[in-house]
């Protein structure tokens, strides 16, 4: 592994400067991109002045000078270009959600494990400043009763978070984020759920989602996302305990986010300090190649939200995100 990792980009996508090329700097080299419009390929690299701009994903993974790919593409494509990557001996960073079913994320994985590659699922958040204080905070509560966690955001028409070809639904999207913080607080991996229902769009993806889990320690976790266009954004997870009580006030954003602990009649509050969550994010992933260790949003976190995600979607009675995505396609 080179000391500076150099990393190339399938996608010009809007995600990728906030993500990549921003906590990029003085950490790895970004040194190409790819979109399938080479005239679109170049155009970003121009403005964002990154070398080389490829008009295929295939050409990107053929470079022998890269050590890692960025998969910034839509959900529904994740899978396939993660699987090429890794086959072209590219260690990965995947865009969130992962993928469309557990068989993709069980199959992306296994193949990483295979040939001995580092393959991340980029939940930035899991990298959070405040995460640690949180965690403490949890641990001071005693038994929990109940763990809630919310994430609604206005998403307009036009955005391919509606476009069910591309894997679209705000449980798949938002959703994934919810189920971590609720696995992560109740300390458990693999919750029973109690009930689940959604709110469709005229094109059958879901708009809006709740949904009750229950820990094996006996706590209630509820989830609800919703990113219907009069929702005003809020994001946080919140844990009830003997002890008192702690709120987690919007995991996403490393520098807008608050720790609210009650303790009886006191109340404590904790800014975010620190780099943003993506910095810490990347540098995690680079600390993960040069140590060959496996980062927390990796391996088997990957499949266990993926398969609670589509045990969800199965116990509100919607489509498979796969199934849908396929007819879609062809």
């Known amino acids: 592994m080179r000391s500076v990792v150099r ?12 993500a990549l090329l921003q906590p990029a700097h003085g950490l790895t080299d970004v040194v ?10 170049r155009a970003f ?18 470079r022998s000078d890269l050590d890692a790919v960025y998969v910034a593409l839509p959900a529904a494509h994740h899978a396939r270009w993660t699987l090429a990557a890794l086959d072209a001996g590219k260690n990965v960073l995947c865009e969130k959600p992962f993928g469309l079913s557990v068989e993709e994320a069980a199959a992306c994985v296994g193949r990483a494990a295979e040939a001995g590659l580092l393959l991340m699922e980029a939940h930035h958040w ?11 905070a949890l641990g001071d509560l005693g038994p929990l009763s109940e763990v809630r966690a919310l994430f609604d955001a206005p998403i307009r028409s036009g955005n391919i978070r509606l476009d069910p070809a591309l894997g679209a639904g705000v449980l798949l999207d938002f959703g994934c984020y919810l189920l971590q913080w609720l696995m ?10 109690a009930h689940a229902s959604a709110i469709q769009g005229d094109t059958g993806i879901d708009l809006a989602f709740r949904a009750v889990l229950h820990a094996k320690s006996g706590a209630r976790l509820s989830l609800s996302c919703d990113m219907r266009p009069e929702v005003t954004f809020t994001a946080y ?7 008192g009580q702690v709120r987690f006030e919007n995991p996403l954003n490393g520098q807008d986010a608050r720790l609210v602990i009650q303790r009886g009649a006191e109340t404590e509050r904790i800014e975010a300090a620190g780099p943003t969550t993506y910095r810490r994010q990347l540098e995690a992933f680079v600390q993960a190649l ?18 609670l995600l589509d045990d969800l979607y199965r116990a509100a009675g919607l489509p498979d995100r796969a199934l849908l995505s396929r007819s879609l396609t062809g």
Do not use: C, M, N, W
């Open 32 to 41: 190409a991109v790819a979109s399938r419009d080479a005239e679109r390929a």
């Open 45 to 62: 690299a121009d403005t964002h002045g990154i070398l080389d701009a490829h008009g295929s994903y295939e050409e990107l993974l053929a």
């Open 7 to 18: 990393i190339g980009v399938l996608g010009a996508a809007r995600i990728v400067p906030k």
């Open 237 to 243: 997870v919140e844990a009830v305990g003997e002890s």
């Open 126 to 136: 899991r990298y959070h400043p405040l995460l640690d204080a949180f965690t403490r």
């Open 290 to 307: 040069h140590a060959g260790t496996d980062p927390p949003t990796s391996g088997a976190s990957i499949v266990r939200t993926q398969a």
């Open 184 to 193: 992560l607080a109740a300390a458990d991996d693999e919750p029973t759920i």
